[in-house]
Each structure stands twice: as C-alpha cells, then as structure tokens.
C-alpha cells in the first residue's frame, strides 16, 4: 500500500469550528488547532493556573483602555491554526469578538512547564509565522521570562531572557511601568 494511504488528515480552522459546533467534540474538550493537528492539552496543575493568572493580572494592570487581556481563549489567526494561548492581548473590548475569535494578538504568552519544548517550537514558529509582534514564554521550569521580538520569516529576531529581578515593558504598554518578572513568576 502507498504511504500516501496513511497521510493524516490535515484539519482547517473551518472543519475545526463545525466538528465543535456539532458535538463531535466534547464542550469540555482541553484541545487545540495547531498547524492543521487537533491536540490535546496537559492538564493545568497548581503552579501553571497561578503562572496565568500573575500573567493575567499584570497584562490588565499594563494595558488600558482599547485592549482585551484574553485567558485561554480562540485565537482564529490562519486557516489552519485556532491555539488558545494561556494569554492573548488584542485590540478592542470583548464584545468586539461576540461573533469570531480575534485572527491577531499585540502580544501572546504561553506559561510552560511540561510544554516547554513545544511552546519553545512549534508555538513559536506558528506566531511568529502570523506576525504576532510579540511572544513570552512564562518558563516554569528555569523560573524566566523569555520574550520574543520581531517576527521574521517564521521565527522571531529577537529574544531575551529574563530573570526574576528584571522588568519588562510590553511593545503596545510602552506607558506603562515595567513588569517585575517576580511579580509574574509562581
């Protein structure tokens, strides 16, 4: 038999979205459309749920007026990919996305421990490839902050590490006083 006879079938954002719409996914479904895979997502354990929710209370405090901090929400940004990032920051107010997922984020963080690796990879190189001006990886693992710049060619041109007694300025908060990496480390 030919090898193109166990070729997986590669979803689109469309087929995705009815498969949910129809049931054939279970509403309480921890999964994600990456690159066309439909995958599971690791359970959340203590230290990974408070590394989201510092996350989450230090993107509300640095972004006003005109941006939406989501919380492991859709992100509908090609048509083959519908992440849902452990933070996105996007423009407008929730009611703008009533009827579709945002397609873009000024700013995207994943928190890792065991994703690490895959946050690392193919979370990168997905946001990257979609022009989202800024990724962070919240690592658990090593206790940093790893900041993405500068999208270019499916990676990012830019990244730096920082401690726990750094600060950071998100690129669309530049008003906004730095954010204490311990303040957003478990």
Do not use: C
């Not at 996305?97 to 946050?119: C, G, K, M, N, Q």
């Not at 908060?173 to 954010?179: C, K, L, N, T, V």
Request: charged content about 25%; glycine content about 6%.
């Amino acid at each position: 038999m030919p090898a193109a006879a166990h070729l997986p079938h590669v979803w689109t954002r469309g087929e995705y979205e009815r498969l949910i719409a129809s049931g054939g996914l279970h509403p309480e479904s921890r999964v994600e459309l990456v690159d066309g895979e439909i995958l599971d997502m690791a359970p959340q354990e203590s230290l990974h749920a408070t590394g989201v929710r510092l996350a989450e209370e230090a993107m509300r405090s640095a972004f006003g007026r005109g941006f939406d901090v989501r919380t492991q929400l859709p992100l509908a940004i090609d048509g083959h990919s519908e992440p849902e990032p452990d933070i996105a920051v996007v423009t407008g107010t929730p009611r703008d996305y009533r009827d579709a997922h945002p397609t873009t984020a000024v700013l995207v963080i994943e928190v890792a421990d065991s994703s690490l690796d895959f946050d690392r990879t193919r979370k990168r190189s997905l946001y990257a490839r979609n022009a989202i001006p800024e990724y962070w990886i919240l690592n658990l693992v090593d206790a940093v902050l790893e900041v993405h710049r500068e999208p270019a060619g499916g990676d990012y041109a830019r990244r730096t590490v920082l401690g726990a007694s750094e600060r950071i300025t998100p690129l669309r908060a530049a008003d906004a006083r730095g954010i204490a990496v311990a303040d957003v480390l478990p």
